[in-house]
Every structure is written in structure tokens, then in C-alpha cells.
């Protein structure tokens, strides 16, 4: 069931979600003229109920626009939605007079016929509380309300992810379940002890009816994918074949081209230069002709111009695009790989050592290749049903693979064609995928449960047998999700063949893992997605992730851009050094002769950008902590205590200074900071920062 918030000032429709089981994701959905917008942010824990703050007691500084108070099992979560503003300021487009807090007359009055309005206030911050009395102004507001287009781009907020654990514990004197159920305000909605009684509680030792939990999110939970400019799309690809099997991504790119393959007799594949983007001809293109249907395909990662290509022959061909994109249809592979007995899956170059290439085929068997002679120098044993996927680790020492038997493998091929772990993968048999995360410390698994939900699971590298570490479900779509991973931030992208929504993890080494972020969801159905390397971000726009979408006709990048404020300094929390992984660290021959390699790594960093964590302070910081620090040098009755007295006083002066009062003498830095989420708390949030 959704609950419906609705806030008329305007027209911002919240419908929150009460799910049991899983992180719900709030829907907000904009009614603009005959138009739904709808976005959706996420919810951290699963709601009981929801309630909306009065506008009175919004940031309008920080252009927010609504809050809704979330109850869960356990705690009291604040969301804020902001409208992204450059300029921090009352912005009087975004807030109309609002309904006032006297009432218009007496119940008497009304009994006896009268009909009056109840007065409308002002929330200019110098305006508070002095109503304002203009039928006509009302009138300009209600048309006025149609002229917020850019509130489409709505950035949810939520603005204190410390969460407050509410225990219930009878004996107590205060118990702040009671407390809050005195107030008139949407606070009392947690009046259900029951449900505080239900969950887990957290901290031991601590006897207090309050604990401070940190709320786990992710600094990248309001990540933002857009499709870029029209001036950078392929259009009118014409004849796509849109059938390649699960193993494959479907379509492959580098920073240069994208090849796919088209459902013409003769496996022909297009190139396409992303240098000459636009309309592609109505007329036949150039073509790759691979004589036989392509299976799987992919670009030498150091070098844009070699495609490998698997045949449903059983045999790989190696490609040399000429420089400048394909003139003439190529019928001549440069390399035939032939070795395996029958049709093959998938294909992996090594990410380190050149020229080296994994295959893996209906034989059961994977074979290594060496593309500069052409040799197969090495055969991997051990699988008994189809090989869903491969996955080298960072390090460029071990194969990952994932099979339909429901084993997950690990070999380290220069030392046995035999795996050197062996654990339970995913049971589902609809396909999966692997990724490396976390430096190679654990394996992201992306498959299905034995009832057919998708599920992402976490393995240890060391120690596979023992089972997934954590797992998260997802939902029960039909497609297997295939992640990429920017080991520079954590964060895991995931989209499917055939949908239109892509789901967006961090990926932490430690619990809990798995911190959902916000979707990007395509206008049209995904046929495939890759990504672009690191180098194609945009850092002036904080893009940690490019990607190419294949959809039914075009090839269109998507910007994965992380929300941030003063965009004239280099973000440098969020661009880490990041590995050259388009030049090889060593060659195959010395790979196989056992020696191991690393990419350098370079900044991001443009000559003329500031660090952030070096820009200038334009007036004295208040300092100030995470509560959760702050609190941890305490003993668990101070704690108590001043948890306890902080809730009261707020909850007891929800009508009275407003924490637009405290702004002022505030330094621009704190509160700009509140927007992009790095901060735990705002001090000067009002009573925000207990709830
Ligand atoms: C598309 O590719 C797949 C995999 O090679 C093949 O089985 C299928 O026949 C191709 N479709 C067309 C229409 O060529």
C-alpha cells in the first residue's frame, strides 16, 4: 500500500511505501499541468509510516521544499526534498504563501454557516509568522504553480542520516514514544511501542531507551545518471541483432568505437566511430563480415583498433579496424584462434598482460590464448554444466567463473588447470555474473535464488567455499543484471538486457556491504549497456562513470554525475588516483612465464581546478562532528540524557523559533555542504538534527 503525501504549494505528490521486507523506495511524482514527472529516491529501512513536517519548519535556504518524517521499525528518519539551486537564497518561485497555523474561526462560527480561509503566511526567512492577507496574490499562486518546470529535477535529501533507535523500555520514567505522542505536530505518529518492541535490539549494555545507530548510506545514494546531448548519439543503426546470447553484454566499446553485431546472414558486425556521431546513412555501412553468428565480442582493451570475436563455429577471430574507423568491409581476420570443440560463450581479455585472451565454450573447457602467435597456452578443467561467465581479478593473477552446475570457481591458471576454490554460486539457472570489488578482496556475484529472485552476493576470495558473506535481493525480474564496477569510488552499476531501470550499489568491505544509491532508469528498454574508461569522465561535472546504452536503434552515453555544490573545485573525496588501465602492465609471455604486473595510476585533476579539501574558507567554521562521534566519548546515561532533553526540547518547540531564526550569522560553507551529503548532521537544522 502507498501512503500519499501531497503538498499543494507546489504540487509535489509523495507516495512512500510500506513494504516489510526490503528497502522500499519512495516514489515523489510531480503533477505539472496534465504531465506526472515521477523520480523515486530510496528509503533506508522498510516504513511503517510516513508524515509530513509543516512547511513552517522547512529549510528554505537550502531550497527545500518538502520533508516527510519516515517511521520504521526503529527509528524516526527525516527526508528532505530539495530542488537543486546554484544560489543559496529564498527563492520565491519555489514557496508560495502557505497555509497559515491560526485558525480562521471557531467551531461555533463555523456551525452557524460561516466560511472563511485560513490565512496564509509567508516563509521568506525575514517574513515569519506575519500572515499576509491578499486574496488576489492566492489566485497569481495557483497559476503560479505551473511555472516550476525545474522542480522536476527534484534532489532528494536526506539531510540526517543519523538515525535515532527508539527501544521501547516500560519502566522508563521518559519513555519518548509517550513523549512524542503530546505533541499535535506529525511527530506523533509513533505512538506503537509494538513495533519499537520488534526490532533488534542494537548496541549491548546499553540500557537507555535511545541508542545512536549511524544511519549506513552512501555519499554516492544521490548519483544522478543522464543520457548527455543529442550532438553525441549514433542514431538510425539499422538491423541490430538484438538476440545475442546471455553470456554476452551484446555489444562491445572503447574509447574510440563501438562494434555490434547485426542480424545479417554471415555474422556482420558494425563499427561505429564515436568521433562521427549523428544519423548513420539509411545506406548498408561497412561491415566486419565474420562468416559465422557472433556470439560474444570485445575490444583488446590496449588496443582500440583489435576486436576478438567468438563464432558459433567454435573458433575466435581477431580483427584490425584500420585507423580512422572501417572504410571497406573486412572479410580477413588478422588471427584465427581455433582450439575448442564446439560453440563458445564468452571471452575475456587478461586486464593487465597484452594480448592475452580467456574463452570459454559448450566443451566445458576455458582456454587462454596468446593473440601474438595465435596459440592456445593454457585449458582449464573442471566445469559440468554452462559457464555463465569469466571474471579476472584486479591483479590480473586469478579467473573467476560462474556455472550453471551452481559452482563458483577460482583458478589460477599459471599454477593448475584444475580450480583452486570451489564454492556454492548462485542456484538459479538463468544466468549470472561476476565482478571483482573491493581491491579483489571479495567477489560480487550477480544471479538468481532457487525462487527465481535476483539476488547480488558477496564472496571472500580467500575462502569461496564457505559461501556468500552477505547477499542482497533485489527483485524478481527476469534478466540477469551485469555490474560494472569503478573500483575508484565502490560503486557498482547494474543493468539488464531488456529494461529500462539500472540499480546502483556502493560496495563497502564491512558491513552492511551493500548501499543502495539511486536508479537511473533509460527512456527506452536497454540492449545493452558498457562503460567507457575512467579518463571519459567529466571531473568538472563530478562524473564518476560513462557508459554507452545500446538501445533498439541508437547508441546513446549516460553520465553517472554525484550531486555536488561548488563544482569550480576537483572533488578529490571522490576522484581517488585512478589506474591507466588502457595501457598493459606487462606482456603475455611474461605473464605466463610468471611474472605479475600493476597499472599506473594518474589524477583525474585538471592543471587549472582547486582541490575541494584545499578550497579557501570564506569565514571561520563552526566545527563540528557526527553525532555519533560526539556521543561516543560518553557514558551511556550522558548519552541518555542529553538525547532525551535535546528530543523533548525540540518536539516542545516544533511552532516556535523556527531554524530559519538561526540562520543568521551562519557561514555559507556549513549549509552548502548539507546539500551534497557529506555531513551527518546539520547543527543548524533546528530540531532536525535529533530526529
Ligand atoms: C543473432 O545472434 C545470435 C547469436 O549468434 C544468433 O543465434 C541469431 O541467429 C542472430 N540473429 C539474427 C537475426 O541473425
Same mark, same amino acid.
Given at each position: 500500500m502507498m501512503i500519499p503525501l501531497f503538498d499543494d504549494d507546489t504540487g509535489l505528490l509523495i507516495l512512500a511505501g510500506m513494504v516489510r521486507y526490503r528497502l522500499m523506495p519512495v516514489c515523489y511524482v510531480f503533477w505539472h499541468g496534465d504531465l506526472f514527472e515521477e523520480c523515486h529516491c530510496l528509503m533506508d529501512t522498510s516504513t511503517r509510516g510516513v508524515a509530513m513536517v509543516p512547511k513552517v519548519a522547512l529549510d528554505v535556504l537550502s531550497c527545500e521544499v518538502m520533508r516527510v518524517l519516515q517511521l520504521t521499525d526503529s527509528c524516526i528518519v527525516p527526508i528532505g526534498y530539495q530542488v537543486p539551486r546554484k544560489v543559496q537564497e529564498f527563492h520565491e518561485d519555489l514557496y508560495p504563501d502557505t497555509v497559515g497555523t491560526t485558525p480562521a474561526m471557531s467551531a461555533e462560527e463555523w456551525w452557524k454557516g460561516g466560511n472563511k480561509q485560513v490565512e496564509k503566511v509567508s516563509l521568506r526567512p525575514d517574513k515569519q509568522h506575519k500572515p499576509k492577507a491578499a486574496p488576489a496574490k492566492k489566485k497569481e499562486l495557483a497559476s503560479g504553480g505551473s511555472k516550476e518546470v525545474d522542480i522536476v529535477s527534484v534532489c532528494p535529501s536526506i539531510k540526517a542520516p543519523c538515525l535515532y533507535q527508539v527501544t521501547s523500555h516500560p519502566a522508563a520514567p521518559q519513555d519518548p514514544a509517550r513523549g512524542c505522542s503530546t505533541s499535535s505536530s506529525p511527530l506523533s505518529t509513533p505512538s506503537s511501542s509494538a513495533a519499537a518492541s520488534r526490532s533488534p535490539s542494537s548496541t549491548s549494555g546499553l540500557s537507555s531507551e535511545l541508542s545512536l545507530i549511524q544511519g549506513p548510506t552512501s555519499k554516492f545514494r544521490h548519483i544522478q545518471g543522464a543520457v548527455t546531448h543529442r550532438d553525441t548519439h549514433i542514431t538510425n543503426l539499422r538491423g541490430l541483432n538484438l538476440t545475442t546470447p546471455g553470456e554476452s553484454d551484446g555489444f562491445c566499446v572503447n574509447r574510440h568505437r563501438v562494434a555490434v553485431p547485426l542480424a545479417i546472414s554471415g555474422g556482420q558486425i558494425a563499427i561505429c566511430e564515436r568521433s562521427q556521431p549523428g544519423r548513420l546513412p539509411d545506406t548498408a555501412l561497412p561491415t566486419i563480415q565474420n562468416s559465422v553468428n557472433v556470439v560474444d565480442l570485445s575490444w583488446d582493451p590496449f588496443d582500440a583498433h583489435r576486436l576478438a570475436v567468438a563464432g558459433d563455429d567454435a573458433k575466435i577471430r581477431v580483427w584490425q579496424v584500420p585507423k580512422g574507423g572501417l572504410k571497406d568491409t573486412l572479410t580477413e581476420p588478422e588471427v584465427l584462434l581455433q582450439g575448442h570443440t564446439e560453440k563458445i560463450y564468452s571471452i575475456a581479455f587478461h586486464p593487465l598482460a597484452s594480448g592475452l585472451l580467456a574463452s570459454s565454450s559448450y566443451d566445458l573447457t576455458v582456454r587462454l590464448w596468446n593473440l601474438e602467435n595465435g596459440e592456445q597456452v593454457n585449458l582449464l578443467t573442471g566445469h559440468e554444466d554452462q559457464i555463465f561467465c569469466m571474471a579476472w581479478s584486479p591483479d590480473g593473477k586469478l579467473l573467476a567463473t /560462474? &556455472?550453471?552446475?551452481?559452482? !563458483?570457481?577460482?583458478?589460477?591458471? #599459471?599454477?593448475?588447470?584444475?580450480?583452486?576454490? +570451489?564454492?556454492?554460486?548462485? +542456484?538459479?539457472? #538463468?544466468?549470472?555474473?561476476? !565482478?571483482?570489488?573491493?581491491?579483489?578482496?571479495? /567477489?560480487?556475484?550477480?544471479?538468481?535464488?532457487? #525462487? &527465481? +529472485?535476483?539476488?547480488? &552476493?558477496?564472496?571472500? =576470495?580467500? &575462502?569461496?567455499?564457505?559461501?556468500?558473506? =552477505?547477499?542482497?535481493?533485489?527483485?524478481?525480474?527476469?534478466?540477469?543484471?551485469?555490474?560494472?564496477?569503478?573500483?575508484?569510488?565502490? !560503486?557498482?552499476?547494474?543493468?539488464?538486457?531488456?529494461?529500462?531501470?539500472?540499480?546502483?550499489?556502493?560496495?563497502?568491505? +564491512?558491513?552492511?556491504?551493500?548501499?543502495?544509491?539511486s536508479s537511473f532508469n533509460s527512456p527506452e528498454p536497454l540492449k545493452g549497456f558498457a562503460f567507457l574508461p575512467k579518463s571519459e569522465c567529466n571531473v568538472r561535472d563530478v562524473e564518476i562513470a560513462v557508459g554507452l546504452m545500446l538501445t533498439k536503434a541508437a547508441i546513446e552515453p549516460v553520465a553517472f554525475k554525484v550531486p555536488r555544490v561548488k563544482k569550480e573545485f576537483f572533488q578529490d573525496d571522490v576522484y581517488t588516483d585512478t589506474a591507466v588501465c588502457w595501457e598493459p602492465a606487462l606482456t603475455a609471455s611474461a605473464w605466463l612465464s610468471g611474472s605479475n604486473g600493476q597499472h599506473k595510476k594518474i589524477s583525474l585533476k585538471p592543471k587549472d581546478m582547486t582541490p575541494v579539501s584545499e578550497a579557501p574558507k570564506e569565514a571561520p567554521v563552526r566545527k563540528y562532528l557526527p553525532s555519533s562521534v560526539y556521543l561516543e566519548e560518553k557514558t551511556d546515561e550522558q548519552k541518555k540524557e542529553e538525547l532525551l532533553s535535546a528530543m523533548v526540547a525540540k518536539l516542545g518547540n516544533i511552532d516556535d523559533p523556527l531554524p530559519q531564526d538561526s540562520f543568521e550569522g551562519v557561514d555559507e560553507d556549513e549549509w552548502v555542504s548539507g546539500c551534497d551529503g557529506n555531513r551527518s548532521l546539520d547543527s543548524n537544522d533546528g530540531h532536525l538534527d535529533i530526529f
Open positions: /560462474l &556455472s550453471k552446475d551452481g559452482k !563458483v570457481r577460482i583458478y589460477d591458471p #599459471r599454477k593448475s588447470t584444475a580450480p583452486v576454490q +570451489e564454492g556454492p554460486g548462485p +542456484e538459479g539457472h #538463468r544466468g549470472a555474473r561476476a !565482478v571483482w570489488v573491493c581491491e579483489g578482496k571479495y /567477489l560480487l556475484v550477480s544471479g538468481f535464488d532457487s #525462487r &527465481s +529472485e535476483r539476488k547480488l &552476493s558477496l564472496y571472500s =576470495a580467500d &575462502s569461496v567455499s564457505s559461501g556468500a558473506v =552477505a547477499s542482497t535481493d533485489i527483485d524478481t525480474s527476469p534478466s540477469t543484471l551485469i555490474p560494472f564496477y569503478d573500483p575508484d569510488t565502490g !560503486v557498482v552499476i547494474l543493468s539488464a538486457k531488456g529494461e529500462t531501470r539500472v540499480h546502483i550499489y556502493e560496495i563497502v568491505p +564491512e558491513d552492511p556491504y551493500f548501499m543502495e544509491c
